[in-house]
């Protein structure tokens, strides 16, 4: 998807409606020390705050985030920490373990399997507005890897619930919304629930500045390519070493569904790109009509205070 497909696609209606499309094939089919990754911080009593801008997909993608099962958990022979081939809708020697426990009609290895069941995350690109524990984020565009109450946040975003509430899409640069993240620390975890989206604004009043971020975007299709991955037979011996005991019987059949969640994202979100010369003409002769509204330009100063600080 091009910068001007992007644009064209900017109005909120299609592309809202595509992207919980796409969450809904999503759920119904079956990083480390990485300088791309923005990561949140807390103080001492474990709270946190930062404002994040979800960017939409880069230059050539469709999808503004991507998906990623893995797993991790210990064993006999120390820890298994790997990628799940399940998250291209393969078969995963893990996932297949699991499912020959579900099944053994054990409750203590029904036990295990929520233990080692795999871990679903997403991960997309950020503008950082604010990050008072770390500014010289501010302005940087990084990867933010979250998890499903994040992405709840999003889809609620493009989805309310109530009808007094108008559906956004957060992914969008010019009808999007700045994520206020707020992390409160109970019973020992990061709690997500006080995260909200600000009011409707336009990222960047610079198309051409917003065009050059645009480029800078980390490629979401590469985080689940193929080099992702190891393959199967490695995963296998692996997990052996791990179990400390010897590889079970391939299973075939689906009887078990680690989180009734499987499968890849397909690719056929629809492309649309936005029209930076039609826009820029647009905005020549909206300027020579009337100047902007008083509620454009205090959503833009305020935007760009948040900038600067």
Do not use: C
């Amino acid at each position: 998807m091009s910068f001007s497909d992007l644009k064209k696609q900017s109005s909120l209606g299609s592309l809202t409606q595509k992207l919980v499309k796409e969450v809904e094939k999503m759920n119904t089919t079956s990083g480390s020390g990485d300088d791309r990754l923005w990561k949140p911080e807390v103080d001492k009593t474990g709270n946190g705050y930062a404002v994040l801008r979800f960017l939409p997909a880069p230059e050539s993608e469709d999808i503004p985030w991507a998906k990623m099962y893995s797993h991790a958990f210990q064993g006999p022979g120390g820890w298994y920490i790997e990628n799940s081939l399940t998250t291209t809708g393969g078969k995963d020697p893990v996932s297949e373990h699991n499912r020959e426990l579900w099944n053994s009609g054990n409750e203590g290895d029904k036990d295990v399997v929520r233990r080692q069941k795999r871990k679903l995350s997403y991960y997309a690109n950020i503008y950082v507005v604010k990050d008072p524990t770390n500014p010289q984020n501010e302005g940087g565009v990084f990867l933010y890897k979250f998890g499903k109450k994040i992405f709840d946040k999003l889809m609620e975003a493009m989805q309310p619930e109530f009808e007094d509430e108008s559906p956004i899409n957060p992914f969008d640069f010019w009808q999007g919304a700045n994520f206020k993240l707020k992390i409160v620390k109970k019973d020992g975890y990061w709690n997500y629930d006080k995260s909200e989206f600000d009011k409707v604004s336009p990222l960047l009043d610079d198309e051409d500045a917003l065009e050059a971020l645009w480029k800078k975007q980390y490629s979401l299709v590469a985080l689940t390519a193929a080099d992702q991955f190891k393959s199967y037979d490695d995963l296998q011996k692996r997990l052996k070493y791990v179990l400390g005991q010897k590889p079970n019987r391939r299973v075939d059949e689906e009887v078990f569904d680690e989180d009734n969640n499987r499968g890849s994202v397909s690719a056929d979100y629809p492309t649309s790109k936005p029209d930076f010369a039609s826009r820029r003409a647009e905005k020549t002769v909206t300027a020579a009509v009337s100047s902007s509204s008083s509620d454009e330009d205090d959503a833009l100063s305020y935007f760009q205070k948040l900038a600067e600080e």
